[in-house]
């Protein structure tokens, strides 16, 4: 029906949920049979819509019952339908946007959280007085995420002069979120994601913080 398009050009360096990272904007790009207007009459009403989407990068589902979960240090595992992991037997995923601006045969989003050129196989109105449960649990995934603080990432002003503002505000907050593996805890490993046409290459430092060293163009 229509293709994503992201500034992620790869699965690593993607936030875990949607709307974590509200400066990541995307796009949905109708194919020319659902790109008329109609499709979308009445949608300039709603702040937020849903995105069922497609995991296109994953491999054929050959795996288990279980998953291993970022949320939980990436051991102990818990049932796939327990769970958020984009690794699943239907290979769907779900994505909560918020519309930022409608265009003949486009949807201009924010908060997406999918590689670019995800299959985007249907789009639905967000309902928040059926669909906001404030008294729902969460079991294991608990409360939000951590989040580190903005000055606990450091993009030196070189680097940022050559992502420019926007998109040295969209890593930094990428990189608030720890997007490395809980479990790889070696302090002088060096990390790296393409993000918006960059290549963005980090290291912690002896105090925690997470200091971009290297950004080159894709």
Known sequence: ??????????????PRQSGLVTEAEGRVE???????PEFTRGLEGFSHVWLVT??????????GATVRPPRLGGNERLGVFASRSPHRPNGLGL??????ELAPGLIRV?????VDGTPVY??????????????ATTGWAGGAPFVRAPEAVIIPDEWAAALGAHTSVLVKRILQLDVQPAYHDDPHRTYGMTVAGWNVRWRTDANGTLVVYEVTRR
């Open 1 to 14: 029906m229509a293709a994503g398009r992201t500034p992620f050009a790869e699965k690593f360096g993607v």
């Open 30 to 36: 109708f194919l020319p049979e659902f790109a008329a």
């Open 54 to 63: 497609g995991f296109h990068e994953n491999p054929t589902w050959t795996s």
């Open 95 to 100: 994505s909560l946007v918020q519309v930022l």
């Open 110 to 114: 924010g908060g997406v959280d999918a």
């Open 122 to 135: 249907d789009v639905k109105p967000y309902l928040p007085w059926v669909e906001a449960r404030p008294d």
